[in-house]
């Protein structure tokens, strides 16, 4: 497909189950994001990649939370020993270059995680 | 399904009625803003966009207006439909954080046929 594809779709988790979510990203993209939406609110930013390249992550909650997007394509949100507040909707997004004025950033469905 | 909207102030109008949906956000050193829309089950969707050097940008039945002394950016939706139900979401962004949009809490907005 043409947009940004996030997998799986739904996944339950045992807390302290360790758990990866995928991100793949509109193709050509350079830049690609991570969000946490919790019931109710709006999007926090997770972290930002250019190309295989990490430039911000500040907005990981904990050392549990780790991304990679290795090759500068598909991206991976992994979060270990999973805890019930991590319940969320993770959001990737993927844009040219940037977000800005003259290019869009694309949002993926979303991943629901639930623990339990 | 989820609900996107949950607990978020709600906006009820009727359809072929004008929308305005309201948003203050935080940082003076902001320079970029936008608005999304999102359905419930799915991700946020571009709607306009406008710079910190504009006060007002207008898209298809969608106007963006920027008021930078009170930090206050609304979105004005002409002749809303039924498919226009959603949760609104303002962000903005500075340059000097390319990927790290801070979004506001949201607006569900509810068409009436």
């Known amino acids: 497909g043409a947009g940004v594809s996030q997998s799986p779709r739904y996944k339950v988790a045992k807390r302290g189950q360790d758990v990866a979510l995928r991100c793949d990203p509109i193709s050509g993209h350079v830049s690609l994001f991570w969000y946490q939406q919790a019931l109710g609110q709006g999007p926090e930013f997770l972290t930002y990649?250019?190309?295989?390249?990490?430039?911000?992550k500040s907005g990981l909650p904990s050392d549990r939370f780790f991304a990679e997007r290795p090759e500068g394509s598909v991206s991976t949100l992994k979060i270990q020993r999973t805890q019930q507040e991590d319940s969320a909707v993770y959001l990737c997004a993927s844009s040219l270059d940037g977000i800005n004025m003259n290019t869009e950033a694309f949002f993926g469905q979303g991943t629901r995680l639930t623990v339990v | 399904g989820e609900s996107v909207g949950l607990h978020l102030p709600t906006l009820s109008v009727q359809e072929g009625d004008n929308s305005i949906i309201n948003c203050a956000y935080s940082?003076?050193?902001?320079?970029?803003f936008i608005w999304y829309k999102q359905e419930s089950g799915k991700g946020p969707q571009f709607i306009i966009d406008i710079r910190s050097n504009m006060d007002k940008r207008q898209g298809q039945r969608v106007t963006v207006l920027l008021n930078k002394t009170v930090k206050h950016l609304s979105l004005q939706i002409a002749a809303t439909q039924p498919g226009d139900s959603a949760v609104y979401f303002c962000?903005?962004?500075?340059?000097?954080?390319?990927?790290?949009?801070?979004f506001g809490k949201g607006t569900k907005l509810s068409v009436k046929p």
């Open positions: 940082n003076s050193a902001s320079d970029y």
């Open positions: 962000a903005e962004n500075n340059r000097g954080s390319q990927g790290n949009l801070i």
């Open positions: 990649f250019q190309n295989e390249a990490q430039l911000d």
